[in-house]
């Protein structure tokens, strides 16, 4: 329905002439007796029409026919089915003359719509300056609510960005008025970024701290919004980032920017965050929202920063145990999330679960990127319990990571093809892996790949067994040198990888310092070998794997 439409009878030819400002028109139709009082399909009379319009002469003209038929005041009070009156609708196009005419005419200044606006909220929300100043000279009431969220004109000037209006109104209103999620006016400006509006309510007295019903601080919005400029002048003016912002667990300000990715905000809020947030227990650690919302640049910032990889346990508190154990589960495709690399570049400690996913696949994307940042130590230096906590510039594993690999790495013997050509030219001691789970479940080219790396002639009486076993039964067919004494090169070289360490021969140079000719380096290094096959049907999915781990793996103590 067209509601600009106007009937073409006497009802709406006096509204009609007033909506074009035409007031000799307006005057003539008077004269002639037709009613300024009929109304259209909007509830809408001349007045009205006159009003929206601005024309002052129309409206003094209609008033003065209006008020003889009706009462002056009665008549300019009329509200349409909207419930706005004339000068509602004059101070919401910012006419400024019609208001002060209709006021002189004692319309009703705090008259409400059916929505809940007034006169000043509808000046107030169109930014017209002097007509709110002439409502609040007129006593116009500041301080009421409108709208069904309960907001005041001071929270719908903030939002809007008026900032002289916020600079009148708080002058005369309740600068802590709440709205229904008791939310203030200057929490409001932190939100929509009105920097100005915020300074002037600061500037006014308004308390920076306030905190809405969820507990959200004005430093938290402007924090999850990005506003970097209202998030600065917070933190001058006294607001404080370690306030706790929830009810559910203790979010902070520096949460906001991780979890949103606000860089420049997050970098001025770690300067000032106690860091109690970063490993203490009951808190949590920014890493675990940046994680959530898959923000690297966050994570790469917080790690820079100095904030743990390791982080806090979070299991009772939001179920999670880590934010590397986090990353990995929030991985939905290959390769591995960017925050999966900078946790793992940054010496995220490896727990069991996280072994499952560079072990139990045939995908050896993440198990690649863990060796590049991560050492193997040699067995004696583990137990011996003097680890360094770099070598070559990675981070070397603890004895409880290497245990907890091996464990793994022994339960899942079916992806061994993938992961067992990796760990030993990562440096690995292969005699590690030298367990009768192993020589029982692996495949006969993992079980010949392995063998290669020892003296297979010495091997204990109940690995022996095994080995016979296993050709008898025909699930195993050896290499055919396995039947003699390794030769003599092949002596050779176990002998030097046990004086330089597996660790060094294996992931340096150090080879090609040795005084034997470099046709030999291949050969020293074990490179001669070819690696098993993988031939396995595709994988369960990992959940799945994961949880069959959780309840059939056993602990094989190999350290």
Not at 66 to 73: A, D, P, Q, T, Y
Not at 163 to 188: G, M, Q, T, Y
Not at 258 to 273: D, M, N
Not at 414 to 421: D, K, N, V, Y
Request: contains cysteine; proline residues 5%.
């Amino acid at each position: 329905m067209d509601f600009t439409e106007c009937y073409g009878d006497s009802v709406s030819s006096v509204a009609a002439a007033a909506r074009s400002g035409c007031r000799k028109r307006v005057r003539r139709l008077i004269k002639r007796g037709f009613s300024v009082d009929c109304r259209d399909n909007r509830g809408w009379n001349a007045l009205h029409e006159a009003a929206a319009a601005g024309s002052k002469e129309c409206v003094q003209d209609i008033l003065a026919a209006g008020g003889s038929s009706r009462g002056c005041s009665a008549y300019v009070n009329s509200l349409t089915h909207e419930g706005e009156s004339a000068c509602h609708l004059a101070a919401q196009r910012g006419h400024l003359a019609v208001v002060r005419l209709l006021l002189k005419a004692h319309s009703n200044i705090n008259q409400l719509t059916n929505d809940l606006s007034c006169p000043l909220y509808a000046a107030v929300d169109g930014g017209y300056k002097e007509v709110v100043e002439l409502l609040l000279c007129k006593g116009a009431e500041v301080n009421r609510t409108h709208t069904a969220s309960c907001w005041t004109c001071l929270h719908q000037a903030v939002y809007k960005g008026h900032s002289e209006i916020v600079r009148i109104l708080a002058n005369v209103c309740n600068l802590e008025v709440l709205d229904d999620h008791k939310i203030s006016p200057l929490f409001v400006a932190a939100q929509y970024g009105q920097q100005e509006c915020l300074e002037i309510l600061v500037n006014a007295g308004a308390n920076v701290s306030t905190q809405a019903a969820d507990l959200a601080t004005p430093l938290l919005i402007a924090s999850q919004e990005g506003h970097q400029a209202c998030v600065d002048y917070l933190l001058d003016h006294g607001a404080d980032p370690n306030v706790a912002c929830s009810h559910e667990w203790p979010q902070l300000p520096i949460h906001a920017a991780a979890e949103f990715g606000h860089i420049s905000v997050l970098r001025r809020l770690i300067a000032v965050t106690d860091r109690a947030c970063d490993r203490g227990d009951g808190m949590v650690s920014p890493l675990y929202v940046a994680i959530h919302s898959h923000q690297s640049k966050s994570v790469e910032m917080l790690l820079r920063e100095g904030f743990s990889p390791d982080a806090q346990d979070c299991t009772h508190i939001l179920g999670i145990r880590s934010p590397l154990s986090f990353a990995l589960c929030r991985t939905s495709s290959k390769p591995y999330s960017e925050s999966v690399g900078l946790l793992v570049a940054a010496g995220a400690s490896l727990s069991e679960e996280d072994w499952i996913y560079a072990l139990a696949t045939d995908e050896t994307d993440l198990l690649q990127l863990i060796l590049k940042h991560r050492w193997i130590p040699r067995p004696e230096t583990l137990t011996r319990d003097c680890s360094v906590p770099h070598h070559h510039g990675k981070t070397v594993l603890k004895l409880q990571e290497v245990r907890e690999l091996l464990c793994v790495a022994l339960n899942q013997v079916h992806f061994a093809a993938r992961w067992l050509p990796l760990l030993l030219k990562a440096g690995l001691e292969p005699s590690l892996l030298l367990q009768p789970h192993m020589l029982e479940q692996a495949d006969s080219e993992v079980l010949n790949y392995l063998l290669e790396f020892v003296n297979w002639s010495n091997l204990s009486p109940p690995l022996k067994h095994i080995l016979d076993r296993r050709r008898t039964e025909k699930t195993w067919e050896p290499c055919p040198h396995f039947d003699s004494v390794p030769c003599l090169s092949h002596m050779c070289r176990l002998q030097v990888r046990s004086v330089l360490g597996p660790d060094l021969l294996m992931r340096t140079d150090v080879v090609q310092q040795l005084p034997v000719p470099s046709l030999l380096h291949d050969f020293l290094q074990f490179r001669d070998i070819p690696e098993a096959s993988y031939t396995h049907s595709p994988p369960s999915p990992l959940s799945n794997r994961l949880q069959g781990y959780r309840s059939t793996h056993e602990h094989r103590h190999v350290l």
